[in-house]
DNA sequence: CTCACGATTAGA
DNA sequence: CTAATCGTGAGA
């Protein structure tokens, strides 16, 4: 099935949404946040302004049996601890010094698994997109660390809640895509875990990011 | 304290 | 293909 893009401001987020996440979904474990939250859309207030793009390609980081994960056999330092609270957290970190990349923490406590967010179509919001990466809407985020340039996401959401006012997301009413699995991208060195298919993404969307 | 390096991107 | 660019974390 050929995805059409939505890419633009002619958008009801309320009414393609049955509405937002809460608490509890994000206890559940990766894989399924991971899936579930594919075609939802990630909305961000900001400004006054109201970001918003539809999730379309995700990964799933399983703890401490996977060793492409931060908290691979419990490591548990400052930066990744977030990733052993409740679900629902918010966990960003800094990537070649120079990008943000973006992943939920899942799963109850204790458990510290975690949803990366790799790209997003945008729906809302697409001028705003525009003057943070001044690119054209095919290239605004399209890949892990450009959706949160153009989301102008960093430090500052570390720690906080998936299910808030200010940034959450909305549970899309009808699913009617295909999930396409894959192994994940740039963690070759995880020996173990390098070729388990724990990328989701939406067959045929044009945002998903190129390799 | 030192220092190697990364769940990436943009550009030649 | 490589440079960019810096917080992090492991080790001395």
């Known amino acids: 099935m050929k995805e059409k893009s939505k890419a633009g401001e002619n958008f009801n987020l309320k009414k393609?949404?049955?509405?937002?996440?809460?608490?509890a979904f994000f206890a559940k474990n990766a894989k399924y946040?991971?899936?579930?939250?594919?075609?939802?859309?990630?909305?961000?207030?900001?400004?006054?302004?109201?970001l918003a793009g539809r999730i379309v390609e995700v990964e799933s980081y399983l703890g401490k049996d996977d060793d492409a994960s931060h908290s691979f056999s419990g490591k548990k330092t400052a930066r990744n601890e977030i990733l052993y609270q409740e679900g629902g957290i918010i966990y960003v970190y800094l990537i070649y010094g120079l990008y943000w990349c973006f992943n939920i923490a899942t799963s109850p406590e204790a458990h510290p698994q975690a949803v990366f967010i790799r790209a997003?179509?945008?729906?809302k919001g697409v001028e705003q997109m525009k003057?943070?990466?001044?690119?054209?809407?095919?290239?605004?985020?399209?890949g892990p660390c450009r959706w949160t340039m153009a989301f102008g996401i960093d430090k500052n959401f570390l720690g906080k809640k998936i299910y808030s006012g200010q940034i959450y997301i909305l549970e899309k009413k009808k699913k009617n895509f295909n999930i396409t699995e894959t192994s994940r991208i740039g963690i070759d060195y995880a020996q173990?875990?390098?070729?388990?298919?724990?990328?989701?993404?939406?067959e045929g969307n044009e945002f998903v990011s190129k390799r």
């Open 33 to 50: 946040v991971a899936k579930n939250i594919l075609g939802d859309f990630l909305v961000l207030k900001r400004d006054k302004h109201i």
């Open 131 to 142: 003057k943070r990466r001044g690119k054209k809407i095919r290239n605004l985020t399209n």
């Open 120 to 123: 997003l179509e945008p729906v």
């Open 192 to 202: 173990k875990s390098k070729n388990l298919p724990l990328r989701y993404y939406i």
């Open 16 to 23: 393609e949404s049955k509405g937002k996440r809460k608490k």
